[in-house]
């Protein structure tokens, strides 16, 4: 048999995946198994495979987003925390021809952003709004957010979330559905393969309905933070499945009449 040479398997003919030319050489600072990292891919590939990168203007506040300008080789602002959706109103209105998104995690979107959020969708400000919702606060330490479950652990409910002391979860994702303002918002995960090219169909659809400047997109990824959870990779994507799913059920929440 003869030998196969490197140079033979990496032929572009053999090549089934190639990073995208929108992400950098930077180390993703992410924790292993984190879903951060596969949603920074995926918005890549998007803006790339849509001719978009010097039309596209990312905004990130705090929180593990916010190193994401090291990641992607587009224009990224940085907000406060909660107020991207503040700064990327101003950005689409004054130029209305760019490609605006925001890039929030829950603690950030549905606690201190809560009414920034709102009234962008309600106002139907045409932007674009990815949240990652893992269901705690991944970077500072992982306290209990408005998206921690019932009975969820945290560091600061170490024996669950009690909803009679501490509250009903939100779930701000249904509520930007029933606004006026909101477009298109669908919920998504990217815990197994399958999951991860709806998801990226899902961004693709977001990123084209800018165009139609009809109102405000919204994609929330139900992810994990196995870091936060104290649980492996492969552990907090099946707690994920068997928990936070049920409560955050996938698909489509509101979608534009054709």
Sequence with gaps: MAEITLDQ?????????TRS???????????????????HRLLAEVIEELDLQSETIGITPVGCSVLMYNYMDIDMQEAAHGRAPALATAIKRLMSEKFVFTYQGDGDLAAIGTAETIHACNRGENITILF???????MTGGQMAPTTLPDMKA????YGRDVQMMGNPLKITDIVATLP??????????????????????????????????GTCFVEIVSNCNSGWKMTPVDANQWLEENMLPFYPLGDLKVPEE
């Design 9 to 17: 398997i990496i032929q572009p003919e053999n090549m089934v995946y």
């Design 132 to 138: 990652i919702n893992n269901g705690i606060y991944g």
């Design 181 to 214: 303002g909101s477009y298109y918002v669908t919920r998504q995960s990217v815990h197994t393969p399958g999951n991860v090219r709806k998801a990226k169909k899902a961004i693709r659809k977001a990123v084209e309905y800018q165009k139609r400047n009809q």
């Design 21 to 39: 030319r929108i992400m950098t050489d930077t180390v993703l600072h992410y924790c292993p198994g984190c879903g951060h990292g596969t949603v």
């Design 155 to 158: 560091s600061t409910c170490p």
